[in-house]
Nanobody
Framework: QVQLAESGGGSVQAGDSLTVSCVVS????????IGWFRQAPGKERELVAR???????NYADSVKGRFTISRDNAKNTLYLQMNSLKPEDTAVYYC??????WGQGTQVTVSS
């Protein structure tokens, strides 16, 4: 059974930093493409960043230069380091594996 468990969300001020994590079990983590999506109220879920098994990354234009995605294959864990947070980054952040499996989400709220 594939399980994804996000953690690390919270409420912060604009300009602050936050790191969210996702622990994955039940599949071959190191050979999977994994990523972070987010969904703000009233909006569609959107890709934030993804990382391939080889470590190649890509980011949404809105977060380039501020967010960093990384993976620790030894810990089966995905990270998203978020710097210079803006109110428009407020959303539920979801971990995704292989475009198929989803976590339950973690809320990130940025106030101005």
């Amino acid at each position: 059974q594939v399980q994804l468990a996000e953690s690390g969300g919270g409420s912060v001020q604009a300009g602050d930093s936050l790191t969210v994590s996702c622990v994955v079990s039940g599949l071959s983590f190191s050979s999977s493409a994994i990523g972070w999506f987010r969904q703000a109220p009233g909006k569609e879920r959107e890709l934030v960043a993804r990382i391939t098994p080889s470590g190649s990354t890509n980011y949404a234009d809105s977060v380039k230069g501020r967010f960093t995605i990384s993976r620790d294959n030894a810990k089966n864990t995905l990270y998203l380091q978020m710097n210079s947070l803006k109110p428009e980054d407020t959303a539920v952040y979801y971990c995704n594996v292989a475009w198929t499996y989803w976590g339950q989400g973690t809320q990130v709220t940025v106030s101005s």
